[in-house]
């Protein structure tokens, strides 16, 4: 069974504070991401990695930063957290897909981590 | 500017009915489309996907629909159960690599 975990479901932290989200992925697989969860917004791309150490920025990166030091291990930093950053964060991973590639395939998700900050 | 697009927040059906949930896309170098599922306080779950070589792709209770003419898509739930009472994002992938999410449209099914 694929899992995705991320180290926390409910996280709570005042304003100010550096916050890390983590999440490891079993599947092996290249591809991870980062997302947010906003009513009336949907999911929100705030970083992705392809490959150990590579980051590239998502729609929202202001205010977060990413650490993929191993395959299996991507986490979010929110270097100083403020209540705008309230939020359901969501990590993903799938496969890598080269060459242009037809897509067909899915990204897998965690359990989501519910972040509030005070 | 958002890519994917579901315009509707919100539906209800009766249980038994048909729900038809819509997503329209803009670029048109989208090759490959989803749908998933996602219940409170949950990640979302894939449900069923399409790619832009077909037209209608079908697992049990849950059909999608491709209109590349229109970039519209839309996924059709019959019949409906109060399990399927959730959140459901539709998304597009351009070769993969990367997943463009559309705000969500929240279904009740009405027992």
């Known amino acids: 069974d694929v899992k995705v975990t991320q180290s926390s479901r409910y996280l709570v932290k005042r304003t100010g504070e550096k916050v890390f989200l983590e999440c490891v992925q079993d599947?092996?697989?290249?591809?991870m991401f980062w997302y947010r969860q906003d009513p009336g917004l949907g999911l929100r791309l705030i970083y992705f990695s392809y490959d150990v150490k590579m980051k590239e920025k998502g729609d929202i990166p202001e205010g977060y930063s990413v650490s993929r030091e191993k395959k299996e291990r991507f986490s979010l930093i929110l270097e100083s957290a403020s209540t705008n950053q309230t939020s359901m964060y969501l990590c993903?991973?799938?496969?890598?897909?080269?060459?242009?590639?037809?897509?067909?395939?899915?990204?897998?998700f965690g359990q989501g981590t519910r972040l509030t900050v005070v | 500017d958002q890519q994917v697009k579901q315009n509707s927040p919100s539906l209800s059906v009766q249980e038994g009915r048909i729900s038809i949930l819509n997503c329209d896309y803009t670029n048109s170098m989208f090759d490959y489309f989803l749908w998933y599922k996602k219940y409170p306080a949950e990640g979302p779950t894939f449900l069923i996907s399409?790619?832009?070589?077909?037209d209608k792709n079908e697992d049990g209770r849950f059909t999608v629909f491709l209109n590349k003419s229109a970039k519209h898509l839309s996924l059709h739930i019959v019949p409906s159960q109060p399990g399927d009472s959730a959140v459901y994002f539709c998304a597009a992938s351009a070769h993969g690599n990367q997943f463009y999410f559309g705000t969500g449209t929240s279904l009740t099914v009405i027992p």
């Open positions: 993903a991973s799938s496969l890598l897909l080269l060459g242009g590639r037809t897509s067909n395939t899915e990204a897998f």
């Open positions: 399409i790619s832009s070589i077909k």
């Open positions: 599947m092996d697989h290249e591809n």
